[in-house]
């Protein structure tokens, strides 16, 4: 089976570089041609806890360079950079050959249109990557892998994908890949976007009150949108049941919302918000795939997402410039029910 992975970024690493050590036949793309030189020169470096590897990864510099032929094509770039090479890199696929989509946030629907439903894989990746100032990366979380069908069918070709992804971390096929997706768009729309307008890990981010208290509005809304859809979000990696989490108002209702957040905190408390990553190194976040989605969703659907908006409105002015990253942010934002 050849597969191609599209993103050098921390997620596109470290399953370039474990796949590769496992001796399967893969190749990478990168568009930034000094870290490809580098690649392809000094080879590629990944973490695992605390042991270190190496492994050599053909690297290209664009999808049009690359030989084809790919059975899967592992879509690993930022959600805003995802259109481009999903439209180029078909024609490298086999006839049967699958695209699987490894953003964060719900992007299945543009790529869809794009790929087709019958080409196109939906992946719920519940592990965290760090890219290192080295070049290297690092596994930050272990975690799961969901896979499916945006159909929910069940197609053959996903028995050869959970075998390549369960060399990575354990993976499960399921029939209604689209909640998993939007289950884990829920968490990350409340623990990215937070860390990225506050500039605090985790860790930090549990222990903070208000923090908990937007992050339960967070998912509030996204409750109410995920009604209108008529979707059932699943537990979060059998940890964070959305329904159970926001029921109830009394004092003991309370204090049970907010010690499950910080439990469930406690795993990932030293890991960095990808949005704050990519703020820090001036980059674009996928805020749009995130709240942003639920916002457009609220759009269309008539629902309300106030909390929503206003962390969507903070992020892309954070990005232009016009805001600093500051805890201090978290004092601007209006909770109307909390």
Known sequence: MKILVIG???????????LSSKKFDVELVCNNQQRVSTL???????????????????????????????HYVLLATKSF???????????????????????????????SLIAGSNRLVGAMVGWGATLNTDGSATMSSAGEMIIGMLDGSDDPRLDNLQYIFNTIVPTQVVGNINEHI???????????????????????LITNSKLRNI?????????????????????????????RLIRGNSLYHRIRKHLTIRIFGIKYRNVKSSGLQSLERGEQTEIDYLN?????????????????????????EIEEGKRPIDIANLDEIVLSRS
């Open 215 to 243: 992050f339960l509005e967070i998912i509030k809304e996204a409750i109410e949108i995920a009604n209108a859809l008529k979707i059932e979000i699943p537990e979060y990696s059998g940890r964070i049941n959305y329904y």
């Open 182 to 204: 939007f289950s884990k768009l829920v968490i990350n729309s409340c623990v990215t976007t937070l860390g990225a307008i506050s500039g605090l890990n985790i860790g930090s």
């Open 81 to 111: 950079n995802m259109l481009d090479p999903a439209r180029r890199v078909l024609d490298k696929l086999t006839q049967n050959g699958l695209i699987v989509s490894m953003q964060d946030g719900f992007c299945e629907e543009e790529l």
């Open 292 to 316: 942003g989605f639920l916002v457009q969703k609220s759009k269309e659907t008539g629902i309300e997402t106030p909390v929503n908006n206003q962390l969507v409105t903070m992020v892309h």
């Open 8 to 18: 050098a970024g921390a997620i596109g690493t470290v399953t370039a570089g474990i």
């Open 40 to 70: 392809n020169q000094q080879g590629l470096r990944y973490q695992l806890k605390k042991r270190k590897y190496f492994t050599n990864v053909k690297t290209y510099n664009n999808i049009e360079e690359t030989p084809g032929s790919y």
